[in-house]
């Protein structure tokens, strides 16, 4: 475990560990399609760490797990507190989501969580300059794509799914899909 030398990262998390606490913040904060979704009585503390890179541990301030209403998933709740915000904050925000759904499927879960992080800033000054969704980092006009493939950003594509004749008519490429 990490330690906390920090007043305000002590007392974050002190307070976050506190169900009663992290479930108000969480219902205030979070999406209300997302609060609609969880059965808020089945919310527990769990396991603050996720799976980074080479299976390297990361560590979230506090992390809940609780129960969907209607569907098989659980629903993971990351709450991490930042005095300082950086250019990359939201790229390491999306590290400890795909880090958490890493564990997860790394656990032999047949479905993974629903997975949800709630920043909670108090740095210095108001003005927040650096990108607030992932979209930022993109221009106006690509934006909205950028944003769809950051959610769907993969085609894989399976040979065996195609015919021999699928293949052979794929102009340029075809050649090349058939040796494999």
Do not use: C
């Not at 906390?4 to 506190?18: A, G, S, T």
């Not at 541990?57 to 915000?85: C, F, G, M, S």
């Not at 564990?103 to 740095?123: C, D, E, M, P, S």
Request: zero cysteines; glycine letters at 4%.
């Amino acid at each position: 475990m990490r330690t906390r030398n920090q007043p305000h990262d002590r007392i974050y998390k002190d307070l976050m560990e506190d169900i009663d606490i992290a479930k108000s913040f969480a219902m205030h904060y979070l999406r209300p399609k997302v609060v609609k979704r969880i059965n808020w009585s089945t919310l527990e503390l769990t396991d603050s760490s996720v799976m980074g890179q080479d299976n390297k541990q990361l560590y979230a301030d506090v992390v809940y797990r609780a129960k969907t209403k209607d569907a098989p998933e659980d629903v993971i709740i990351l709450l991490n507190h930042e005095r300082k915000i950086t250019k990359f904050l939201l790229i390491r925000i999306l590290e400890y989501i795909l880090g958490s759904l890493k564990k997860l499927v790394k656990q032999g879960r047949k479905q993974a969580a629903l997975i949800y992080h709630l920043t909670f800033y108090n740095g210095k000054g108001k003005v927040h300059t650096h990108p607030r969704s992932l979209g930022d980092y993109f221009s106006a006009a690509n934006r909205e794509l950028a944003e769809e493939l950051l959610l769907d950003a993969h085609t894989i594509i399976n040979v065996h799914d195609y015919t021999d004749e699928e293949l052979a008519s794929h102009p340029e490429s075809g050649g090349l899909e058939l040796v494999m």
